[in-house]
């Protein structure tokens, strides 16, 4: 099976920078995706092709990729960027799998 | 306006069927590549199915992969997922997405809650 591994929690003061890391063996040869989930809302893509950002998504948020790991950062988190983070990759074979998630807290 | 909406949720048994539907509008349906994910309460997102713009490539998530069917009705702006053999597991709000260039979700629906349980 396909594993996208990431860490359960980071915090952040705000203003201050997130980092989120996202592991598995998939990314050696596929780009990641980010989504960003608040309560009871459905996911936003806030990057994808590792570094790409959607129209619409605050400069603050930037991908970046290297080997098995790809990272999304927050740079001058704000309170409103308090949410779940999941990454999400092509698995091969038209397969795709989302990462573990992470909680952000911006306090 | 891109629009998803679910719907067919519900409570059901397990062993039984059920299902899911997706209306979409506000753009060319059968343009795009659709997923099918779900989220059980609580819990992180799970890949599920997706089928190919015109319905010619499907691909399972191994965990439901010989009980679920996707498809699509292109002439009606439709998604399906037809979920056979229903577990306790299988319990989560299930979403559709629009996947704007290889995996690149731009548009989910709101979900559709789905509870397995005798």
């Known amino acids: 099976s396909y594993e996208l591994t990431q860490p359960s929690s980071v915090s952040v003061s705000p203003g201050q920078t997130a980092r989120i890391t996202c592991s598995g063996d998939v990314l050696a040869k596929k780009t990641g995706r980010w989504f960003q989930q608040k309560p009871g809302q459905a996911p936003v893509l806030v990057i994808y092709?590792?570094?790409e950002r959607p129209s619409g998504i605050p400069e603050r948020f930037s991908g970046s990729s290297s080997g098995t790991t790809v990272t999304l950062t927050i740079s001058g988190a704000q309170v409103e960027d308090e949410a779940d983070y999941y990454c999400f990759s092509a698995a091969g074979n038209n397969l795709y799998v989302f990462g573990t998630g992470t909680k952000v807290t911006v306090l | 306006q891109v629009l998803l909406e679910e719907s067919g949720g519900g409570v059901v048994q397990p062993g039984r069927s059920l299902r899911l539907s997706c209306a979409a509008s506000g753009f060319s349906f059968d343009d795009f590549v659709i997923h099918w994910v779900r989220q059980a309460p609580g819990k992180g997102l799970e890949w599920v199915a997706l089928i190919w713009h015109d319905g010619s490539k499907k691909y399972y998530a191994d965990s439901v992969k010989g009980r679920f069917i996707i498809s699509r009705d292109n002439s009606k702006n439709t998604l399906y997922l037809q979920m056979n053999t229903l577990s306790v597991e299988d319990t989560a709000f299930y979403y559709c997405a629009r996947d704007e260039d290889d995996g690149a979700i731009d548009h989910w629906g709101q979900g559709t809650l789905v509870t397995v349980s005798s």
């Open positions: 092709r590792d570094t």
